[in-house]
């Protein structure tokens, strides 16, 4: 959605599921020359940027699930069709509870915790490593917010 002063709106999704007592997360590629990212959908007008990450998850990634808290935001400017686009991110941190077959991507990956070592190995896009970044930095709260659950 572009709002009032031309902001692109974009929310994201940092999915994440518990597979074999080892906690697990999603990231996708959309086209096949661009690098592993976050999941991440293009807010409509009307919508809120909660509303948009969790249809993207089930339109897209065919899954029922629940928005913990936002991750993290940040701005930027994208090129369309040869015009300079401000954008806003915002991104969630959501919990698979359900999922069928991922269909809405080109490729698609469940990477673990030990995150670090598996991204030395893709080619990824700056949001992921960002965010990679924000995991790190803040994984000890996080693990406290899902020990209580």
């Given at each position: 959605?572009?709002?009032?002063?031309?902001?692109?709106?974009?929310?994201?999704?940092?999915?994440?599921?518990?597979?074999?007592?080892?906690?697990?997360?999603?990231?996708?590629?959309?086209?096949?020359?661009?690098?592993?990212?976050?999941?991440?959908?293009?807010?409509?007008?009307?919508?809120?940027?909660?509303?948009?990450?969790?249809?993207?998850?089930?339109?897209?990634?065919?899954?029922?699930?629940?928005?913990?808290?936002?991750?993290?935001?940040?701005?930027?400017?994208?090129?369309?069709?040869?015009?300079?686009?401000?954008?806003?991110?915002?991104?969630y941190i959501m919990l698979q509870?359900?999922?069928?077959?991922?269909?809405?991507?080109?490729?698609?990956?469940?990477?673990?915790?030990?995150?670090?070592?598996?991204?030395?190995?893709?080619?990824?896009?700056?949001?992921?490593?960002l965010f990679y970044l924000f995991?790190?930095?803040?994984?000890?709260?996080?693990?406290q917010h899902f020990q209580k659950?």
């Amino acid at each position: 959605m572009v709002t009032k002063n031309n902001i692109l709106t974009i929310s994201g999704a940092i999915v994440f599921k518990d597979y074999r007592a080892r906690r697990k997360f999603l990231v996708v590629k959309v086209k096949d020359e661009e690098g592993w990212e976050f999941p991440k959908v293009t807010v409509r007008r009307g919508e809120s940027s909660v509303r948009a990450a969790i249809r993207m998850t089930g339109e897209q990634a065919g899954m029922n699930a629940r928005v913990l808290e936002e991750a993290g935001r940040f701005s930027g400017t994208a090129q369309i069709n040869g015009k300079s686009i401000p954008q806003k991110h915002l991104y969630y941190i959501m919990l698979q509870k359900s999922g069928g077959e991922i269909m809405g991507f080109e490729k698609f990956l469940w990477l673990y915790r030990s995150v670090s070592y598996q991204i030395q190995n893709l080619t990824c896009s700056s949001s992921l490593l960002l965010f990679y970044l924000f995991l790190c930095k803040f994984w000890r709260v996080l693990l406290q917010h899902f020990q209580k659950m």
